[in-house]
C-alpha cells in the first residue's frame, strides 16, 4: 500500500500523469512488487478522479467501503470538530439550519458535507459510469471488521490474489463515537437514509441490514 497511510495521498484529485509517473511517486520503494494499492476517500466525492484513475491505471480494480451511513455521519461531524472545523452542536449541524463558520483552513474536501457523503449510491454510479462492474467491489464496513475472514476471501477473489500468500492485518478499530448524541439526532439521520440505503440495496442487490437498527 502506499505510504504513508496518512495524510493519504490523493493523487488523483491534484494530479496525474501516466502510470510509470503513479509508480514512480507513489510507490518508488515497491521494486518487484506485482500489487499495488492506494486508500485516498476523498476519491469517491470527486466527479473527475474515475476518469483520471481510468485513464491513468485502466486495468485496475476500485475497492469501495461503505459504513452504516448513520454512524458516518456522526463520526464526520466528530472529525470535523476534534481538528478545529466545526463550532456547532450536533442537534445545530442536524436539526437546525444553522450555517457553519467557514475555516480558512485548505481541506481537500467540504468539512462539512456530513449528509451527502452517506448517499453512497450517487458515488457509486459515477464508478460504474466509468469501469465494468466486476471491476468494482463495494464492501461493508460493518461485515469486514465482524466477519474478517470471510470479507477478506471476498476481497481477495476480486482481486485474483492467493491468499495463502497474503499477510494480513486483522487489527480494524470498529470505532464507535466516545461523544453521545440525542436520540432527535440519531432518529433524523436514520430517516434520512432510510429511502437512500433502500434504493442502494436494490441497485447494487446487496443485503444491508447490518445498517438497520
Not at 11 to 16: A, E, N, P, R
Not at 74 to 101: C, D, M, Q, W
Not at 155 to 183: A, C, H, M, P
Amino acid at each position: 500500500m502506499a505510504r504513508p497511510i496518512r495524510p493519504e495521498p490523493k493523487y488523483f484529485l491534484s494530479q496525474f500523469g501516466d502510470a510509470d509517473h503513479y509508480r514512480n511517486t507513489l510507490f518508488s520503494d515497491a521494486k518487484g512488487t506485482s500489487f499495488l494499492g492506494e486508500k485516498s476517500t476523498s476519491y469517491y466525492e470527486s466527479a473527475s478522479v474515475p476518469e483520471r484513475i481510468k485513464q491513468t491505471l485502466p486495468g485496475c480494480k476500485i475497492l469501495m467501503i461503505m459504513r452504516d451511513p448513520v454512524e458516518r455521519a456522526l463520526s464526520n461531524y466528530r472529525f470535523s470538530k476534534s481538528n478545529g472545523f466545526e463550532s456547532r452542536t450536533a442537534e445545530e449541524v442536524f436539526l437546525s439550519t444553522k450555517p457553519p463558520i467557514i475555516s480558512s483552513d485548505k481541506t481537500s474536501v467540504d468539512p462539512f458535507n456530513y449528509l451527502e457523503r452517506g448517499n453512497y449510491l450517487r458515488f457509486i454510479k459515477r464508478y460504474l459510469a466509468t469501469f465494468e462492474r466486476q471491476d468494482f467491489l463495494p464492501i461493508l464496513f460493518e461485515r469486514l471488521v465482524n466477519s474478517e475472514i470471510e470479507e477478506q476471501q471476498k476481497i481477495w477473489e476480486f482481486l485474483n490474489v492467493d491468499s495463502t500468500e497474503i499477510k494480513t492485518s486483522t487489527n480494524y478499530r470498529n470505532q464507535t463515537d466516545q461523544e453521545s448524541y440525542s436520540g432527535e439526532v440519531r432518529s433524523f439521520l436514520s430517516n434520512y437514509y432510510k429511502s437512500l440505503n433502500q434504493q442502494l440495496a436494490d441497485y447494487l442487490k446487496m443485503d444491508l441490514s447490518c445498517w438497520e437498527d
